[in-house]
């Protein structure tokens, strides 16, 4: 597969638009027991919309001014930082593993946490900033996986914007 050509033709236009998805209303609680990340690592607030058939899923952060990043990235233009941008695409993709993994958009009250090691980050374009105050919304799409490893595509929609577009790679230890 051709990363890099997947990632510019993805660089300037959201991946799919979110109405075509199934509506989600998935809070961190839920979001919790899929991904073994908490606080203050946990990089996404809401899962908005999946479809098992696209193998797509979409999903919310607000950007808090507060945030302990900006004070020194950078204290006097804050910024949100590209690798984090690419961790809550990461992270997002992962919640897409887990529903295309049980075919299912309910989350049990118990969940075994899906337990991952990022191999590569296959490629990133970092296009335009994510600034504090902001809610952006993040994209990720299923690109190939087996019972090892997992290849996505994801994005990061600030303002109407892409503002990161990023393929990530993953290892599943519990396969």
Not at 34 to 50: C, K, S
Not at 66 to 92: A, K, N, R, T
């Given at each position: ?50 479809s098992l058939d696209a193998e797509a899923i979409a999903g919310a952060r607000l950007i808090s001014s507060d ?109």
């Amino acid at each position: 597969m051709d990363y890099e050509s997947l990632l510019r033709q993805h660089r300037r236009k959201p991946l799919f638009a979110s109405d075509d998805l199934a509506p989600l209303a998935w809070g961190r609680s839920e979001i919790k027991r899929i991904l073994p990340h908490r606080e203050p690592f946990l990089l996404v607030d809401r899962l908005t919309g999946v479809s098992l058939d696209a193998e797509a899923i979409a999903g919310a952060r607000l950007i808090s001014s507060d945030d302990p990043v900006f004070s020194g990235h950078f204290p006097d233009y804050p910024v949100y930082p590209g690798c984090l941008e690419v961790e809550m695409i990461g992270q997002l993709g992962l919640c897409l593993h887990y529903f295309l993994q049980s075919r299912s958009t309910s989350v049990p009250t118990v969940v075994q946490p899906l337990q991952v090691r990022a191999t590569r980050i296959l490629g990133a374009y970092y296009l335009e900033p994510v600034l504090p105050g902001r809610e952006i919304t993040l994209l990720a799409k299923k690109l190939e996986f087996d019972e090892y490893f997992a290849t996505m595509i994801g994005q990061v929609v600030a303002d109407g914007k892409v503002a990161c577009a990023a393929i990530g790679e993953v290892c599943f230890l519990n396969p």
